[in-house]
């Protein structure tokens, strides 16, 4: 795993916070729920890649 990836969902993670606890304070903590479930979308579609690569080399390994 390259340490881009991990400044990627950290940065990720911390929009998300910010902008949950700006919504939560404006009394609309229904979009900040919104904004932390898309937030957890983007890392997931994030982490497919790597999610890939870990199959293909569980798999070589299980072929082995």
Known sequence: MEV???FKI???G???A???Q???KSDKGEYGMLITLVGIAVVVLMMIPE???LFA???EIVDF
Request: glycine residues 4%; aromatic residues 0%; hydrophobic residues 65%.
């Open 4 to 6: 881009d990836l991990i």
């Open 22 to 24: 700006v919504l939560s």
């Open 51 to 53: 999610l890939k690569e």
């Open 10 to 12: 950290a940065g990720v």
């Open 18 to 20: 910010v902008l949950n």
């Open 14 to 16: 911390i929009i998300v």
């Open 57 to 59: 080399a569980v798999r």
